[in-house]
């Protein structure tokens, strides 16, 4: 399963009712959903489960799910983030940044050790990222220290 699965409200509803919805926010007019039955269905095939969650309270719900998690994040500063945002022309700018704040309150906010890998994503091509995420995944023995991740924010 690749990207976003469109879903109604009472689809999402129903998942809630019958407790298979592990999180959900609102952002951006939308309600980003994590079900159970998707995540049952990826581990089924096989697959690495990656998911994508802007909060620290959606990595909280997520560790209720019966799977080895590496959590990772990925970080940028604003200013990055923004020339990123024009580069590809959102049309939602002032939005996206908005959450950029909130994001990094919430991350600063953290508990010791919610990110067992933090990156950023500005010192770093996508093939670097990806290759330091797999390599720390692939090695259950050895999993990495929790980040610094005051220090990976701040930078260099």
């Not at 923004?82 to 939005?95: G, M, T």
């Not at 309150?105 to 010791?112: I, T």
Request: some cysteine.
């Amino acid at each position: 399963m690749r990207g976003y699965r469109p879903a109604t409200r009472a689809q999402l509803d129903a998942l809630g009712a019958a407790g298979m919805l592990l999180y959900a926010n609102r952002r951006y007019g939308n309600t980003y959903a994590i079900d159970r039955p998707a995540l049952d269905h990826i581990l089924a095939r096989g697959h690495a489960q990656i998911v994508h969650v802007g909060q620290v309270a959606g990595l909280h719900a997520l560790s209720s799910y019966p799977a080895k998690w590496l959590t990772v994040l990925l970080w940028c500063p604003r200013p990055i983030s923004a020339a990123r945002l024009r580069d590809r022309d959102d049309n939602a700018i002032a939005a996206r940044l908005a959450a950029w704040d909130v994001t990094y309150r919430d991350v600063l906010a953290a508990p010791p050790g919610a990110f067992g890998l933090a990156l950023r994503t500005d010192h770093l091509t996508p093939a670097e990222t990806a290759r330091r995420i797999d390599a720390a995944n692939r090695d259950p023995h050895s999993p990495p220290a929790a980040a610094d991740v005051a220090e990976v924010i701040a930078g260099p």
